[in-house]
């Protein structure tokens, strides 16, 4: 079975700083890893994913996130934030060959001014 | 392009009432379809899959129960709420050969 660990349920940060929200894996099989991002009362939008190839993956919103098959994590970062990107951030995986995923509990980012 | 639907956007139900909530999806066919709850803090239980019409697997034992009546359908359904049952549901979707999910805007339903 598969389980993701979001270790941050909260992380604060000033407009144009940079944040990195942190998430482990683990799994016995190989697995493809996803970030979301969740605005107020709203639904799951898809920032980036993680299939194959380079471990770096670029998203939308200036999102990045990397791969590191060594330490189980794939890490979301952005080099300056923004207010409105406020919302709350899930890590998922899905084992390589299903299409069932895993979420995180989250990690909700606080951008203030 | 692809657009998913739910309704209803809210719903305040009393104990031991029934529950119906929609899912529908256009521009695809033959969706795998997925039913999450979001409960707070606790982040997305998975409580259904559909692979097609009529195939539901169930993820949680629990007095919910799903149908898939026709291809982009997908209904959550209660025959008895209990209070353990409020939360925030979400429907998505994924393609049949891809491994993200585009998920709708949610219901957020409160049992009182």
């Known amino acids: 079975a598969q389980s993701v660990t979001q270790l941050d349920s909260q992380v604060p940060v000033f407009e144009e700083a940079p944040v990195e929200l942190r998430c482990n894996y683990s799994?016995?099989?190989?697995?493809?890893l996803f970030w979301y991002v969740q605005y107020p009362n709203q639904g799951l939008q898809l920032l980036l994913k993680?299939?194959?190839?380079?471990?770096l993956v670029k998203g939308i919103n200036g999102f990045e996130a990397e791969f590191n098959k060594s330490q189980t994590s794939f890490h979301l970062r952005k080099p300056s934030v923004h207010i409105s990107d406020t919302a709350e951030y899930f890590c998922?995986?899905?084992?390589?060959?299903?299409?069932?995923?895993?979420f995180g509990t989250g990690t909700r980012l606080l951008v203030s001014p | 392009s692809q657009t998913i639907h739910q309704w209803p956007a809210t719903l305040v139900q009393p104990v031991g009432s029934p529950l119906s909530l929609e899912c529908t999806v256009e521009?695809?066919?033959?969706?795998?379809l997925y039913w999450y709850r979001q409960a707070a803090g606790r982040g997305l239980q998975l409580l259904f899959y559909?692979?097609?019409?009529?195939?539901i697997s169930s993820e949680v034992p629990q007095n919910l129960s799903a149908s898939r009546p026709q291809d982009r359908q997908f209904i959550l359904s209660s025959k008895k709420l209990l209070l353990s049952d409020s939360g925030f549901y979400l429907c998505?979707?994924?393609?049949?050969?891809?491994?993200?999910?585009?998920f709708g805007p949610g219901t957020r339903l409160t049992v009182t």
């Open positions: 521009g695809t066919s033959n969706p795998n």
């Open positions: 799994s016995s099989v190989s697995v493809y």
């Open positions: 998505a979707w994924s393609g049949v050969e891809d491994y993200e999910q585009y």
């Open positions: 993680y299939l194959s190839g380079s471990t």
């Open positions: 559909s692979v097609g019409i009529g195939q």
């Open positions: 998922a995986v899905s084992p390589t060959g299903f299409q069932k995923l895993v």
